[in-house]
């Protein structure tokens, strides 16, 4: 399966409106997107907070306790994601999460290059 097949629209004939999910419907599939979305952004903003500690912009917090939060939390959105990416059939709007699995997997990706950035400049990496 290549990346344009995924992401081909649904319009693709008459039995593919049958496969279009409803906005409101709650699948499985957009539960667990939505979940590791939301760990993903949580781990984003915890390495964006521990950088802009590490860097001296921010006044108040740990980095470094920071930057673990996010070293945690940011591979669970990604491995999360992956998953709905990997076990979704059909493409967008079909009500399985793609998208959802997607956005958790960049927002993951960003937050563990932001966590591993402030790890790397917190003070206590400096004193070896």
Known sequence: MS??????PVHAGPSAHLL?????????GRVAASASAVVALVGLVAGALALARATG??????????ALVALVAS???IVV?????LTA???LGTGNGLGGGVVAALLGLAGLALGGLALSRSPLS???
Do not use: F, K
């Open 126 to 128: 400096r004193t070896a």
């Open 75 to 77: 591979p669970i959105g």
């Open 3 to 8: 990346l344009p097949s995924v992401l081909a």
């Open 89 to 91: 059939e059909g493409g």
């Open 57 to 66: 912009r921010l006044r108040s917090g740990n980095a470094r306790a920071r």
């Open 81 to 85: 994601g992956a998953v709905v990416v």
């Open 20 to 28: 279009a999910a409803d906005v409101l419907t709650v699948s499985t």
